[in-house]
């Protein structure tokens, strides 16, 4: 069986796979396995053994070697296969290793240096004092139209987006931490620590 896990290019996915067999969930790849629920429970519980694992992109697995390399651990111990698209592919699984290794260390290193960046312009603009922090796009007036085209609607994720001129991310963000959606498997409402997938 084939699983794929991702952030972006769902629909080319989509295309290729099972829905069944899709997993997506919103987060950052630097965050360890343990904040990426979704992800944790198909590498734990939902990935059997000779099945792949399949992802867009490397630094959407993993942008922390660290946590890279536990993952491998775990899916030799499954004897699972790991591909990402954007890396070259060999019969070697020993060559297939190095490789995504070698690009998750470059993830990482990249990620370090984006972090650094960032904190030396925020730091030269409070002194200059031009800083005024990241404006929100989230407002009220966007959360209630994401709850109803959500709830009153039954619209995807993609489908609202479009409506409202938002990133898939943004949408996300408004599910999960405003309107109290939970991953699993998709996104589905959350009501007295209970999940309802039928929205």
């Known amino acids: 069986m084939t699983i794929s896990y991702y952030l972006t290019l769902f629909h080319i996915i989509e ?33 059997k053994e000779n099945d792949l694992l399949l992802v867009t992109k490397i630094d959407r697995c993993s ?6 390399l536990k993952l491998q651990k775990k899916l030799f111990n499954k004897s699972a296969t790991f591909i990402a698209l954007d890396l070259p592919y ?4 020993a060559v297939n290793k190095l490789i995504s290794t070698n690009l998750a260390a470059i993830a990482t290193f990249e990620n370090e240096r984006r972090k650094d960046w960032q904190r ?7 002194k200059a004092g031009k800083y005024a922090g990241r404006k929100t796009v989230i407002t009220k007036k ?5 709850q109803d085209l959500k709830e009153n609607n039954n619209l995807s ?20 931490e405003k309107l109290n959606y939970i991953p699993y498997n998709r996104l589905v409402k959350a009501i007295n620590g209970e999940t309802n997938a039928g929205n």
Request: charged content about 30%.
């Open 63 to 68: 942008r922390n070697t660290l946590e890279f």
């Open 157 to 176: 994720i993609t489908q609202i987006a479009k409506v409202t001129g938002r990133g898939r991310n943004t949408i996300y963000k408004v599910l999960k």
């Open 120 to 126: 030396q312009s925020i730091a030269a603009a409070k």
């Open 15 to 47: 295309l290729i796979l099972s829905k069944k067999n899709i997993r997506f969930e919103v987060g950052s790849a630097a965050d360890p396995l343990k904040e990426l629920p979704v992800f944790q429970k198909l590498i734990d519980q939902e990935l």
């Open 90 to 93: 060999s019969k070697d699984m």
């Open 142 to 146: 966007l959360i209630d139209q994401v």
